[in-house]
């Protein structure tokens, strides 16, 4: 089974940016995709960032795309989630999560990190 760990959470000042990392161990072939999400506090979970282990290829909801970028390093099984110009509208937890698909759906993925706390204020 894929284990995550998310890390690199904190407090920031809006318009900073701040790298979260993932890392996976025990990967298996049928984990395709490694995707980003957040929830805060009484909101629905909300996509962020998906990219292919294989290829690279990434998908970014129209909301965020140009201020997050999703990478990966195959060699070291860890997965980065850049965020740029934060916003307090961006406090929440973000999670990490494994699946077979580059979809945005959150229950379209198997496995789910703990998540780490990002905190944005003005």
């Known amino acids: 089974q894929v284990q995550l760990v998310e890390s690199g959470g904190g407090s920031v000042q809006a318009g900073n940016s701040l790298r979260l990392s993932c890392a996976a161990s025990?990967?298996?072939?049928?984990?395709?995709?490694m995707g980003w999400f957040r929830q805060a506090p009484g909101k629905e979970r909300e996509f962020v960032a998906a990219?292919?282990?294989?290829?690279?290829?990434?998908s970014y909801p129209d909301s965020q795309k140009g201020r997050v970028i999703i990478s990966r390093d195959n060699v070291k099984n860890t997965v980065f989630l850049e965020m740029t110009s934060l916003q307090p509208e961006d406090t929440a937890v973000y999670y990490c999560?494994?699946?077979?698909?580059?979809?945005?759906?959150?229950?379209?993925?198997?496995?789910w990190g703990q998540g780490t706390q990002v905190t944005v204020s003005s």
């Open positions: 999560a494994a699946g077979r698909y580059l979809v945005q759906n959150s229950t379209m993925y198997n496995v």
């Open positions: 025990g990967r298996t072939l049928s984990s395709y995709v």
């Open positions: 990219i292919r282990w294989n290829s690279g290829g990434t």
